[in-house]
């Protein structure tokens, strides 16, 4: 459900658009997230974000994650394992 045209969440004041391709990111959004409507598909979305797995080398070797938020990029990738509080 993340893969391919994502999922909307609503989480009353703000509705984001979601992606990833992360295989860690699907169990974390539901323990944080849960109580919160998730939608297949909605109209309109305040932020649109992408968690990617990187590419190169360092998906095998430190498996890390890229974020972006309606298309920048603000910081560093970070580990793929990073927990979610």
Do not use: N
Not at 32 to 55: E, K, M, N, T
């Amino acid at each position: 459900m993340l893969t391919g045209t994502g999922l909307w969440l609503d989480i009353g004041a703000t509705q984001i658009h979601l992606r990833s391709d992360s295989p860690h990111l699907a169990s974390q959004l539901q323990r944080v997230y849960g109580r919160f409507p998730l939608l297949d598909r909605a109209d309109w979305a305040d932020l649109h974000l992408s968690i990617r797995q990187a590419r190169g080398l360092r998906r095998w070797m430190a498996p890390q994650v890229c974020f972006q938020c309606d298309g920048q990029t603000p910081f560093e990738p970070f580990s793929a394992d990073s927990p979610c509080r």
